[in-house]
Nanobody
Framework: QVQVVESGGGMVQAGDSLGLSCAAS????????MSWFRQAPGKEREFVAG????????NYQDSVKGRFTISRDNQKNTVYLHMVSLKPEDTAVYYC????????????????WGQGTQVTVSS
C-alpha cells in the first residue's frame, strides 16, 4: 500500500523561510517523478515544483522561481521543498504527488497524493 505523508507546514511571517518534507512508502521511490502542488481557498490546485527521478531536472512555477527549491533523497524516499522569502500569496495547502511521467504540471500525471500540509504566511 502506497503512503505519501507531508510534514513541515506552519504559520510564518512574510519574508520568512519554511521547509516541507514528503515521505513516500510502498513503492520504488526512485522510479517516480515527484512534485509539489498547492491549493489556496477558492482556487484550483496548482503546480509548484517538480523533480525528476534521479533529481537532476527540476521544474518550477514562475511565481516561485528563485524562492523555492525542490530536492529529493532516494535513499530516504523523501522529497523536500525549501521555501524562502515567503509571501502572503504563498498561503495554501501544499500537496506532495507521485508522478508516472514527465508532464510535471498536469495533475493527471500523478498517481498518488498526500493529505496536504497547511502553509500560512501573514503580512
Amino acid at each position: 500500500q502506497v503512503q505519501v505523508v507531508e510534514s513541515g507546514g506552519g504559520m510564518v511571517q512574510a519574508g520568512d523561510s519554511l521547509g516541507l518534507s514528503c515521505a513516500a512508502s510502498g513503492l520504488t521511490f526512485s522510479l517516480y517523478v515527484m512534485s509539489w502542488f498547492r491549493q489556496a481557498p477558492g482556487k484550483e490546485r496548482e503546480f509548484v515544483a517538480g523533480i525528476s527521478r534521479a533529481g537532476g531536472v527540476t521544474n518550477y512555477q514562475d511565481s516561485v522561481k528563485g524562492r523555492f527549491t525542490i530536492s529529493r533523497d532516494n535513499q530516504k524516499n523523501t522529497v523536500y521543498l525549501h521555501m524562502v522569502s515567503l509571501k502572503p500569496e504563498d498561503t495554501a495547502v501544499y500537496y506532495c504527488a507521485v508522478g508516472v511521467g514527465d508532464a510535471y504540471r498536469s495533475p493527471n500525471n500523478y498517481r498518488h497524493w498526500g493529505q496536504g500540509t497547511q502553509v500560512t504566511v501573514s503580512s
